[in-house]
């Protein structure tokens, strides 16, 4: 079976830009919850969404935004690029709500830069 | 934001030597999670502890959660080249409302020496 997906892999883009990111979970996974991870460091909770609902929120601007699909694939959007986004985009999957950490699997990550 | 206080930063070491690392907060956790992440992909679970005092192994690795529940430690014995990486400790805090939210330390990278 295939593990989590995300694209693109690598987004380079100038400041001011808007990106989206995608994430495919493993089938039958119905979260997803998205990190940055900047570089040297560990990642940082953005966003968890479980049934196509939000269901947590990290300490990020209003430029980040995410949703969740019928299909349980998610984007995560930022607007108004800053140098200060690039980073690694981490996405992670989980079966269920009340899965164990041991049900959770990262995807690759898509490295941004921005310019 | 908030982040675990993870150390060392990175560690030389020797093929077949033993390794230590932890991880300590400010704020009681219920639960202490060890994760590896090599060059280009996601962090993978090593070890899951979700008790205070518990010592969990998987293979060559051992991990603790601290007594206080404000940290925890990670050993790796005989340590061999796919060890290299970069170790992080995370958890979710006991004052956050989802105990989804994962809070990460900064990393241990541990790198072998020729």
């Known amino acids: 079976d295939a593990g989590v997906t995300q694209s693109p892999t690598h987004l380079i883009k100038t400041r001011g830009q808007q990106v989206t990111l995608r994430c495919s979970p493993i089938?039958?996974?119905?979260?997803v919850s998205w990190y940055q991870q900047v570089l040297g460091q560990g990642p940082q909770f953005i966003f968890q969404y479980y049934e196509k609902e939000e269901r947590g929120r990290g300490n990020f601007p209003d430029r980040f935004s995410a949703r969740q699909f019928p299909n349980y694939s998610s984007e995560l959007n930022v607007n108004a690029l800053l140098l200060g986004d690039s980073a690694l985009y981490l996405c992670a999957s989980r079966s269920f709500w009340g899965a164990s950490y041991n049900e959770q699997f990262f995807g690759p990550g898509t490295r941004l830069t921005v310019l | 934001g908030q982040q675990l206080n993870q150390s060392p930063q990175s560690m030389f070491i020797q093929e077949g030597e033993d390794v230590s690392m932890n991880c300590t907060s400010s704020s009681i956790f219920n639960t202490w999670l060890w994760y590896k992440q090599d060059p280009g992909e996601g962090p993978v679970l090593l070890i899951a502890?979700?008790?205070a005092g518990e010592l969990t192994s998987n293979g060559r690795l051992t991990a603790q959660f601290g007594i206080t529940r404000k940290d925890s430690f990670l050993n790796i014995s005989a340590s061999i080249p796919s060890d290299v990486g970069i170790y992080f400790c995370a958890g979710p805090p006991r004052y956050m409302d989802s105990n989804y939210q994962l809070i990460w330390g900064a990393g241990t990278k541990l790198i072998i020496k020729p």
């Open positions: 502890l979700y008790k």
């Open positions: 089938s039958g996974h119905k979260s």
